[in-house]
């Protein structure tokens, strides 16, 4: 089997919860094992793959499950929120990753690792922190918990209040070398989930988590710059990447420039909580040295890779 390169492949953390009624951790292991499943064929053609994901869900049941322990349990600081989350999802896909290898014969291993990233102190995110986390409060509930723990609370477009943190832009990936390390022995390595556990390093050296959540995809796209992936895919709802989406001239994109890309964003033609970070994550990797990325939903993968369907990006 001829060596493709090395991939990292971006798993959205909804992906994991198909509906509401499909929530628990076994509904949540069979979303991934699907997903797995079309990783694997990416492995099967000879690529050497890290899967990053995110967490965002996981990390607000987890959240709510503190909340509700209150008074009865210590409350989880976010990071490691993050964490427990990196760790649940890691062994879900570990899980998947050896069972799918088992079955089809393949001697391989998967991996997951814990993963920080250090984002910088003085990131203006800090000063004006956006990203909505845990549950809904009354205003009074919301304005108690600000005073008593400092949080930052907004009114969250009519359905309540919630407590909002920084999303600071990833600088360094603490594991890298450790990822790169494992991939080159042959390993699947499952990381920087979430994007990885928000760290910031001391006057010393010294690393401490920090509350504030990192985007997926510019954490993955980090990592694949740090350790020189040949190809970056973000794995997301829709097999192609549209201009006009939703619209009666909606046009699917196949392969577009990163200048294309540029422009089409600067005609508004992304959306900001959707598709928006995913093409900037892109743009980050290319623009440092990447490749080529493809956007394609996980059934399309292999499709995608063979140049028959998903959005590629190149410089």
Not at 2 to 26: R, Y
Not at 192 to 216: S, T
Request: proline share 4%; hydrophobic share 40%.
């Amino acid at each position: 089997m001829a060596k493709k390169g090395i991939a990292v492949v971006a798993v959205g953390g909804n992906s994991l919860i198909k509906d509401a009624k499909h929530q628990t951790v076994p509904d949540q292991y069979e979303a991934g094992a699907e997903s797995m499943h079309h990783i694997v064929d990416m492995i099967a053609e000879g690529w050497d793959v890290v899967v990053t994901h995110g967490n965002g869900p996981q990390v607000g049941f987890i959240l709510r499950r503190s909340e509700l322990s209150m008074g009865e349990l210590h409350s989880v600081p976010l990071d490691y929120c993050g964490a427990d989350s990196q760790g649940s999802i890691g062994y879900m896909f570990q899980q998947a990753l050896y069972n799918e290898f088992r079955t089809r014969g393949i001697q391989k291993h998967a991996a997951a690792i814990v993963t920080q990233t250090i984002v910088d102190r003085n990131d203006p995110a800090f000063k004006n922190p956006t990203k909505p986390i845990g549950s809904f409060m009354t205003e009074t509930v919301a304005k108690e918990r600000a005073a008593k723990e400092g949080w930052t609370v907004v009114e969250d477009a009519g359905r309540g209040w919630r407590r909002v943190v920084a999303s600071p832009i990833p600088q360094r990936i603490v594991e890298a070398d450790a990822i790169r390390t494992l991939v080159n022995a042959g390993f699947t390595v499952v990381g920087v989930g979430g994007g990885g556990i928000p760290v910031l390093e001391k006057e010393n050296g010294d690393l401490i988590g920090v509350e504030a959540v990192i985007d997926k995809d510019f954490g993955s796209s980090l990592l694949a710059n740090m350790i020189q992936a040949d190809l970056f895919v973000i794995s997301t709802a829709v097999e192609k990447v549209a201009i006009n989406f939703n619209k009666p001239d909606q046009k699917w994109l196949d392969r577009i420039t990163v200048a294309e890309a540029k422009q089409y964003m600067a005609d508004g033609h992304f959306a900001k909580g959707s598709m928006l970070p995913k093409i900037q994550a892109i743009l980050r990797f290319l623009e440092a040295g990447g490749k080529q990325a493809l956007i394609t939903d996980p059934k399309n993968i292999s499709r995608a890779l063979k140049g028959e369907t998903g959005t590629w990006i190149v410089p």
